[in-house]
Structure formats: structure tokens, C-alpha cells
């Protein structure tokens, strides 16, 4: 990220997962492990679709579209996120940019607003986040968006 003073704001919140549907795209070794009704290869490429609900100082839903690298471990994952509702009171939408890896119980990673994608109030939002998600949490996990409109 950027170092967060090169942004003037910054934006703390918790989102929740509200759906989750993956589909292998790829499997490489035709190996893997079934978790409910959802299979992960331990070599291949999935895709999934994911839909969060934010709150606190960023109120509203989005919907991502994630393509993951399962690589035996250490995985890749890249994303974009399209979010609706308010950052700091200030309405509208944006895109975010995910690059982040993870293992059995952990993520971290790398959000970006895209330039030139956001309406409204979030029409000129630029800013960065770091992700650190270990384990599972049944109330969420923490996002602080360092940011500036304008």
C-alpha cells in the first residue's frame, strides 16, 4: 500500500460474507478436498462469486468476482469488487482491486479503488487497504480504507 499518510482519510469498517459460490475452473491434478457442497482443487483455477454487506464508517452491499489460484498452499487470489452505499456519509459506488494470497487459515491482502469506476459521492475516492483475515469470525472482520475524494 501506499504509506497511509499519502491519503488524508480514512474509513473503518467490518463486512460480512452474505453468499459465497465457487466453481473449478481447472483441475490440474484432479485432487482435492469437498468442504459442504463446494469442492477446492489442491492444484486448479476457480471462480467465485461473493456478495458482502459492510458497516461502520462504510454502510452498504457489493458483489465480487474473484479468480483463484489453488497452488497447494500459499494460493492467489485476484478480484474486483463492485461497492454501493457511503464512505463516510458520502454516497455512491466504486471498484475495488483485490490482490491477496492464502493458506488453510488465512488471508492477506491488497485493496485498490480503480480510478475512473466510482458514481455519485465516490465518483473521485481513491484510496488502498491492507487485509489481514486469520480464521473464521461469525461478526465479520475489520477494513480500514485509507482514502481521499477529490
Given at each position: 500500500m501506499n504509506d497511509s499518510t499519502s491519503y488524508s482519510q480514512k474509513?473503518?469498517?467490518?463486512?460480512?460474507?452474505s453468499s459465497w459460490d465457487e466453481k473449478v475452473l481447472t483441475d490440474i491434478d484432479g485432487e482435492g478436498t469437498t468442504y459442504g457442497e463446494v469442492y477446492y482443487p489442491r492444484r486448479g483455477v476457480s471462480r467465485a462469486e461473493v456478495r458482502y454487506t459492510?458497516?461502520?464508517?462504510?454502510?452498504?452491499?457489493?458483489?465480487?468476482?474473484?479468480?483463484?489460484?489453488?497452488?497447494g498452499g500459499d494460493d492467489l487470489v485476484l478480484a474486483l469488487e463492485r461497492f454501493s452505499g457511503s464512505v463516510d456519509g458520502h454516497e455512491g459506488s466504486c471498484v475495488f482491486q483485490h490482490t491477496?494470497?492464502?493458506?488453510?487459515?488465512?488471508?492477506?491482502?491488497?485493496l485498490r479503488v480503480v480510478p475512473g469506476m466510482g458514481t455519485g459521492g465516490l465518483a473521485t475516492l481513491r484510496g488502498e487497504a491492507e487485509l489481514l483475515i486469520e480464521g473464521h469470525s461469525e461478526d465479520g472482520y475489520e477494513l480500514v480504507l485509507h482514502y481521499d475524494l477529490g
Open positions: 474509513a473503518a469498517c467490518r463486512f460480512q460474507v459492510y458497516s461502520g464508517a462504510m454502510e452498504g452491499t457489493s458483489t465480487a468476482a474473484y479468480l483463484m489460484g489453488y497452488r491477496a494470497s492464502h493458506d488453510s487459515s488465512s488471508v492477506r491482502g491488497h
